[in-house]
T-cell receptor
């Protein structure tokens, strides 16, 4: 079946503009994660959606970052007033259940470049 | 808060040698420990995982060990090949908590 998809694959924007990144998880997966990965660096946790529970937003680096997940499926990560340090690959992952016992399936990522 | 430490950050081995990557975790409630491999320019993918009721698990050239008392777990790759070159991430989770990733180990296998 289809894996996790993300759009756009690449996004170039000017400093100060807002951007929206989209994640389509695998159908039926109740858990969804957003990560940020700077060049050559590790996976920086941003936000975690777990079924119908309130999301864990503890990784969001500033109030310019927000995310929502509509209908328990598609998720959108929004970055307002982008800064050059926001440039990175943004990865989304989903898993079957929300008890963390299951494999996370990653999307291909969105490469964000802020000029 | 929860934390996963991973060592070394970079590892270079000769083809055919073994590679060992070690991780420690802080949350004693963790009971699921996956390992992901990320090749250059690609997304991370699960290669092996272990649950807390097991001390060791093998899959061909890859093995993981877990010491719950010491909160340590390790990835062992034997007979390394150039295609094993990648970044490896350990993680801990389970018990209803979100998965926490280590910082990653960049493995270079020299032919």
């Amino acid at each position: 079946g289809a894996g996790v998809s993300q759009s756009p694959s690449n996004k170039v924007t000017e400093k100060g503009k807002d951007v929206e990144l989209r994640c389509d998880p695998i159908s039926g997966h109740t858990a969804l994660y957003w990560y940020r990965q700077s060049l050559g660096q590790g996976l920086e946790f941003l936000i975690y959606f777990q079924g119908n529970s309130a999301p864990d937003k503890s990784g969001l680096p500033s109030d310019r970052f927000s995310a929502e997940r509509t209908g328990g499926s598609v998720s959108t990560l929004t970055i307002q007033r982008t800064q050059q340090e926001d440039s990175a690959v943004y990865l989304c992952a989903s898993s079957l259940r929300d008890n963390s016992y299951n494999e996370q399936f990653f999307g291909p990522g969105t490469r964000l470049t802020v000029l | 808060g929860e934390n996963v430490e991973q060592h070394p950050s970079t590892l270079s081995v000769q083809e055919g040698d073994s590679a060992v990557i070690k991780c420690t975790y802080s949350d004693s409630a963790s009971n699921y420990f996956p390992w992901y491999k990320q090749e250059l320019g690609k997304r991370p993918q699960l290669i092996i995982d272990i649950r807390s009721n097991v001390g060791e698990k093998k899959d061909q050239r890859i093995a993981v060990t877990l010491n719950k008392t010491a909160k340590h777990f390790s990835l062992h790759i034997t007979e390394t090949q150039p295609e094993d070159s990648a970044v490896y991430f350990c993680a801990s989770g389970g018990g209803g908590f979100k998965t926490i990733f280590g910082a990653g180990t960049r493995l270079f296998v020299k032919a």
